[in-house]
């Protein structure tokens, strides 16, 4: 009785810890834990104590990790985790996934051209999942998943930090596209050279196709210039059609309406593919909601 005692024990401690450790703040903590600020501070003095380490730098109001705190973290946040979605895994090993959210960040583009067959297949099979989609990308997205706030991610990632896994599933090609009748239409194996003349209209430069554009165009010695800065595909493609200038983007956001409307040149012989797949922090547990969506995306994309 004392033995299963001190495991719970501890596994209050463990989970106060991470929370403080996740939120940098005792009173959020507290809040996320219904407990009170004294309750989770004495919780992490005794798990100090319990671990004979200093978990937390403790300055003024600011608090952070310590090295052993960090890595006690990364040790402990994936057992908690995993304890604290043990019914809703038990379940689905049962053959019973009839509840609980799923969260996914994703950018604009990725949810409009990229998720919705897997989200359409993951609701028809699991009715019961509630899912969240939060229209976040680059560095927010990251955080959201370093933070727990989100199971997983899905986008495109051209610089892979060492905490983060990064698995592609489906690829696309690069094309240019310009409004019906521009000159560049009229061209045969199209150069940068014959786009340089012509002002770009780009995503945010802290996106990476800003950052793919600018390496392919000095790798070739051409230069570029940049007319507008839009956020997401389908801004872009409304202001091309309307004659603001042209774009380049990958081929997943292109419609059979666009290729109506639109000048489309492939430009694969300059561009590198655009990868977009499933974005996960190492060592974090993953629901079985969260595993089930990968594996249904994979299906959709690779058979």
Not at 41 to 47: M, P
Not at 190 to 211: A, K
Not at 259 to 281: A, C, M, N, Q, W
Request: include cysteine; charge should be neutral.
């Amino acid at each position: 009785m004392t033995t299963i005692y001190y495991k719970q024990n501890r596994l209050k401690k463990l989970r106060a810890f991470c929370q403080v450790a996740k939120y940098g703040s005792v009173t959020k903590a507290a809040e996320r834990l219904f407990a009170s600020q004294p309750t989770i501070s004495l919780q992490i003095q005794a798990l100090e104590r319990e671990m004979d380490v200093t978990l937390f730098e403790r300055n003024g109001p600011q608090i952070n990790l310590t090295v052993e705190g960090k890595i006690l973290y990364e040790l402990s946040e994936p057992l908690v985790q995993s304890i604290d979605h043990l019914h809703e895994t038990f379940s689905a090993h049962c053959g019973n996934l009839s509840s609980g959210e799923l969260s996914i960040a994703a950018g604009e583009s990725t949810i409009l051209y990229v998720l919705p067959k897997p989200v359409q297949n993951f609701t028809k099979q699991y009715p019961e999942i509630k899912i969240r989609l939060a229209n976040e990308t680059g560095r927010d997205g990251l955080e959201m998943l370093r933070n727990n706030e989100i199971d997983i991610a899905i986008g495109s990632m051209l610089e892979i930090p060492e905490d983060i896994d990064y698995e592609p599933v489906v690829s696309y090609n690069p094309v240019l596209i310009a409004p019906k009748n521009h000159p560049l239409s009229k061209l045969e194996n199209i150069q940068l050279s014959d786009i340089s003349p012509y002002g770009l209209i780009l995503p945010p430069r802290h996106l990476s196709t800003w950052r793919i554009v600018k390496m392919v165009f000095a790798q070739h010695n051409t230069n570029y210039t940049v007319k507008l800065e839009a956020g997401g595909w389908e801004v872009i493609k409304r202001y091309v059609k309307i004659g603001m200038g042209i774009s380049i983007v990958t081929d997943v956001c292109i419609t059979e309406v666009d290729r109506k409307e639109l000048t489309i040149i492939p430009l694969d012989h300059y561009f590198p593919k655009r990868s977009y797949g499933i974005v996960t922090r190492k060592g974090k547990f993953l629901s079985t909601s969260a595993e089930r969506f990968i594996d249904l995306m994979k299906q959709c994309y690779t058979g």
